[in-house]
């Protein structure tokens, strides 16, 4: 049976998944803009096909309803970013409590939340990068449909 000091990182360990999150969320970042400029563009074009037929009103409401989520998801993982390189480059990657203290303070946590290892608010924040790449994707095949359906 695993100890707690057995299940821990070895020494160095915490530094090297926040730089690999904040990298993972650098990412993320650069899908999320990427998704932004077709959203952009995918305004553009429903606009200007709108007169032709109402579907290219729908797509475009569906592109700025898209491009709202990834803006708020923008705002997101800049955040997460900005918090994993200081936990990088900081002592306090060994005691996320600290974090969990300020984030509690801010408000920006939810109680239950305390108490989490470096590893598991890792694997939850490399969510942004699965959802930042879907709704890219989403804004291209919008693009896509746009195109083919004029």
Same mark, same amino acid.
């Given at each position: 049976?695993?100890?707690?000091?057995?299940?821990?990182?070895?020494?160095?360990?915490?530094?090297?998944?926040?730089?690999?999150?904040?990298?993972?969320?650098?990412?993320?970042?650069?899908?999320?803009?990427?998704? &932004?400029?077709?959203?952009?563009?995918?305004?553009?074009?429903?606009?200007?096909?709108?007169?032709?037929?109402?579907?290219? &009103?729908?797509?475009?409401?569906?592109?700025?309803?898209?491009?709202?989520?990834?803006?708020?998801?923008?705002?997101?993982?800049?955040?997460?970013?900005?918090?994993?390189?200081? &936990?990088?480059?900081?002592?306090?990657?060994?005691?996320?409590?600290?974090?969990?203290?300020?984030?509690?303070?801010?408000?920006?946590?939810?109680?239950?939340?305390?108490?989490?290892?470096?590893?598991?608010?890792?694997?939850?924040?490399?969510?942004?990068?699965?959802?930042?790449?879907?709704?890219?994707?989403?804004?291209? &095949?919008?693009? !896509?449909?746009? !195109?083919?359906?004029?």
């Amino acid at each position: 049976m695993l100890t707690e000091a057995d299940s821990r990182p070895a020494p160095g360990t915490e530094a090297w998944i926040a730089r690999i999150t904040a990298s993972a969320m650098h990412a993320a970042a650069r899908l999320n803009g990427a998704g &932004l400029v077709l959203a952009m563009a995918n305004l553009m074009l429903a606009g200007l096909f709108a007169p032709a037929a109402l579907v290219y &009103l729908i797509l475009g409401l569906v592109a700025a309803i898209v491009g709202a989520a990834q803006l708020w998801l923008l705002v997101r993982i800049e955040l997460d970013r900005r918090l994993f390189e200081a &936990l990088a480059v900081s002592a306090d990657a060994a005691d996320p409590d600290a974090l969990d203290q300020a984030l509690s303070a801010l408000g920006w946590q939810a109680p239950g939340r305390a108490g989490r290892s470096l590893a598991e608010r890792s694997r939850a924040t490399l969510r942004f990068l699965k959802l930042a790449g879907a709704l890219a994707a989403a804004q291209l &095949l919008l693009a !896509l449909l746009l !195109l083919l359906l004029r």
